[in-house]
């Protein structure tokens, strides 16, 4: 008897076995703590429940204890490859609470450091995702090369590598550094080459595209009604991107494509990340182009001892995983009476079994690698 | 888009019967929420889906609040008969407003681009009326929020196709996300700044007279 | 070895001839290849797969080698915040490592709880349940705090000894590796910790 495994016998005894198998906590390709409990029969996916709960932190809870300005470096924590994001959205959803207003060069810089951002999640996501199809190493070292460099960037400016906590109410907390901008120039320009290299690497690869086309489709109306959003929405071919639906920020001042899928399956969600990143360049260099002087931070806001009126907001950003949404009610306390996280990768994974039925195990784990999900953010 | 009010009058002529109601928001971002009876509460979700002028196809945040029960001290004017005479007396009356649950459903609709429509639900009281229509059946992105509710809050949620703990474990006793959840005490002494450790340090040991409590 | 051993040995070294005992040969061998197991937790996991990779690169002190089987592996990096539900897992992967076996706590999380003290669901400390060999704080470590934690426990094994009370766990029958595997409770781990391993600090009540 192996643990996490049972049998279960059909009525039928000539028609088999129902196996059992309990896929993580602990497993190589679940992207950390989480765990599916797959039902088999042979190699085909009868059944597949998604456990959760694995790296549950508490982070409502405790965010309900803190202060507001507490919740920063907490937010970084959620989805760990992208503080930035993170950051933005709960400054965004307490801005909309207290009705702060945002410098210009504040926004700018938001932008900038958002879109770097989403260039970190993709990069590295890409990688994780080839490792999942067997590409053990060479992507994911090419990956985490480019991530090193823009890490360093963001060490630049705020101290840290991976918990940036950066953004303020109002504003950003430190301005940027001289010379930042010119290293920013150098890693952007030199980002597309990376871009190219690892496209002509995977993109016509036979194996990838053996293991990726036509495994996990997700159907457009199965995507908006399971609230699925970020990439894996746009591969199934919804044209929703909320850089350009709320057009939060001064997104509408830049000019950029939202790339749609056609099929809904693995390999179209791979390429729309590839795109997405050429996307991202673009918005970089019209943001740094254009990016102008002056304040950094709302000098009404306040940070400290910050006691929003009674009230609530729900505000949200297309982060690079999908819709990344904060709700808060306000008594007037110095903590929020409520505080909740609209986690974009839990969500994700509604379909997740949908996807998978029928299906054989590995392609299950293409699919778990395609949608993307950070368990920091799953379970919170 | 509708105005909140607009969307209650839309809403009470489909459904005579049922409870809705407009909770306005205070705050600059003026998003008001839609308060629903919870008997028309899937009847009118499927209406705000289907309707082609709503199509709210797209439920993104759902969530549990907990409003404990409050005590409100306030002053009420009584005429009373002092002797003989009748005169007005101002007491002050402490009543206990009762507790409830909340859950509350942020949609939007994509195909329309427009919202959010914030819909909220409130069970009867936190103890053992805690019942709730769950909306999985029209929107599947509330299947694990409700699944979270459920397990943090203590929402029980009718035809949920699966409903069981998102979170804890399976045996898991009590709604850590309550107000009033007790934590279990697992901390060790160490010198933090955090007032509510620094209490639990300076709770008196066995034989021991209280520590009094810095100001 | 005497200080005229020692200069012996060097003498020797000179000539082409290497001398050593027996019980620093085996300590260099197996310090020089610790095999970690592939166990990401949280956040630190992306700084410990960071260190893997090209630029800091682990492969240098021959701990690249990542098993994804707990049978395999000599190290287990705690990387990350440990919840109670997650921690029967860890340690029933850290009874299955075969001996001699290590612990790292990687980051604040799993040193303490960390900044998610305070959560119901966070084990405060994996030195609860199993015994750490080193602690890195940070919060995450950087990658470099990962190499220096890991040079820190090859001097750990270099200083052990082949006989006596130093010597590694897999030569003594005395001591078991395993640890019991606590199970959920009510709204707790049962035990809250092991007692064998980790006993409450005392509580300083001067001063307060």
Request: charged residues 25%; negative net charge; aromatic residues 8%.
């Amino acid at each position: 008897m192996i643990p996490g495994v049972s049998i279960e016998e059909k009525t039928d005894p000539l028609q088999g076995q129902i196996l059992e198998v309990s896929m993580g906590p602990h497993h190589p390709s679940t992207h950390g703590v989480f765990r599916m409990d797959v039902k088999l029969d042979g190699e085909r996916i009868v059944s597949l429940k998604p456990v959760f709960g694995y790296l549950h932190r508490n982070h409502e809870k405790i965010a309900e204890d803190v202060s507001y300005l507490g919740s920063i470096p907490y937010t970084d924590r959620l989805d760990y490859l992208c503080s930035l994001t993170n950051n933005w959205a709960y400054c965004l959803a307490v801005e909309k609470l207290s009705g702060f207003e945002i410098p210009e060069r504040a926004e700018y810089i938001r932008v900038i450091v958002g879109e770097l951002t989403r260039l970190v999640n993709h990069t590295c996501l890409m990688g994780f995702f080839v490792q999942d199809l067997g590409a053990m190493g060479t992507p994911l070292m090419y990956a985490f090369r480019e991530r090193e460099k823009i890490l360093d960037l963001f060490e630049g400016l705020t101290g840290a590598r991976m918990m940036c906590n950066y953004m303020r109410f109002g504003g950003v907390r430190c301005d940027l550094p001289v010379g930042w901008i010119d290293e920013v120039k150098k890693v952007i320009a030199a980002f597309p080459r990376f871009l190219d290299e690892f496209e002509s690497l995977l993109t016509q690869n036979e194996i990838l595209i053996a293991r990726a086309q036509g495994v996990g489709v997700l159907s457009k109306e199965l995507a908006i009604n399971a609230g699925i959003t970020g990439p894996c929405l746009r591969a199934s071919g919804v044209g929703h991107d909320l850089r350009k639906v709320d057009a939060y920020s001064i997104y509408s001042r830049f000019d950029f494509k939202v790339p749609i899928g056609a099929h809904g399956d693995c390999y179209d969600r791979f390429m729309i990340r590839l795109l997405e990143m050429r996307e991202s360049l673009k918005i970089l260099d019209q943001a740094i182009a254009a990016l102008p002087s002056g304040q950094i931070i709302d000098p009404k806001a306040k940070s400290r001892g910050l006691r929003p009126k009674a009230g609530e907001a729900y505000g949200r950003i297309e982060a690079p995983k999908g819709e990344l949404g904060f709700y808060l009610i306000s008594e007037g306390g110095p903590s929020p009476y409520r505080y909740r996280v609209r986690p974009p990768s839990l969500i994700n994974l509604t379909v997740l079994e949908d996807m998978c039925l029928g299906g054989t195990v590995a392609d299950a784990i293409a699919t778990l690698g395609s949608i993307d999900i950070v368990l920091g953010e799953v379970d919170r | 888009m509708e105005s909140a009010e607009q969307l209650r009058d839309r809403l009470l002529a489909a459904f005579p019967e049922a409870r809705v109601e407009v909770l306005a928001n205070p705050a600059p971002v003026a998003q008001h929420s839609l308060i629903i009876g919870a008997t028309h509460a899937v009847q009118i979700a499927t209406l705000l889906r289907d309707d082609p002028d709503l199509a709210f196809d797209y439920a993104s945040n759902v969530t549990g609040v907990d409003r404990p029960d409050q005590e409100i001290k306030e002053k009420v004017t009584v005429k009373e008969t002092v002797d003989g005479e009748e005169k007005e007396v101002t007491k002050e009356v402490t009543r206990t407003e009762p507790g409830y649950l909340e859950a509350v459903y942020h949609l939007y609709s994509m195909a329309k681009r427009h919202g959010p429509v914030i819909l909220r639900l409130r069970t009867e009281n936190r103890t053992d009326k805690v019942t709730l229509p769950s909306l999985t059946p029209v929107w599947r992105s509330c299947e694990f929020q409700e699944r979270e509710i459920y397990d943090l809050f203590g929402i029980v949620f009718e035809d949920h196709p699966d409903l069981r703990r998102l979170l804890m474990w399976d045996d898991f006793e009590g709604h850590p996300m309550r107000k009033d959840y007790v934590e279990p005490d697992d901390y060790e002494w160490e010198p933090t700044p955090h007032d509510a450790v620094l209490i639990k340090a300076k709770r008196p040991a066995d034989g021991e007279e209280a520590a009094p409590l810095a100001p | 070895m005497t200080e005229a051993d020692e200069k012996t040995i060097q003498d020797l070294r000179r000539s082409g001839i290497l001398l050593t005992t027996l019980e620093d040969l085996y300590n260099w061998g197996r310090s020089n290849s610790v095999w970690p197991l592939q166990f990401g937790l949280a956040c630190c996991a992306i700084e410990m797969i960071a260190a893997s990779m090209s630029r800091f690169d682990i492969a240098r002190f021959g701990s690249e080698v990542f098993r994804p089987s707990p049978r395999q592996a000599d190290l287990m990096i705690v990387s990350g915040t440990v919840t109670k539900k997650m921690a029967p897992q860890v340690v029933r992967l850290y009874n299955q490592m075969p001996e001699p076996k290590y612990v790292i706590a990687m980051g604040a999380c799993a040193i303490s709880g960390g900044p998610f003290k305070q959560g119901y669901n966070v084990l405060k400390g994996i030195d609860r349940y199993i015994p750490v060999d080193v602690h890195i704080p940070g919060c995450p470590p950087r990658p470099e705090a990962l190499l220096n934690g890991l040079m820190e426990l090859q001097e750990k094994i270099r200083e052990q000894n082949l006989t006596g009370e130093n010597r590694p766990h897999h030569l003594r029958s005395d001591v078991s590796g395993e640890f019991p595997v606590p199970e959920f409770g009510a709204c707790d781990l049962e035990p809250p910790s092991n007692p064998a391993v980790w006993t409450p600090p005392e509580p300083i009540r001067e001063g307060l």
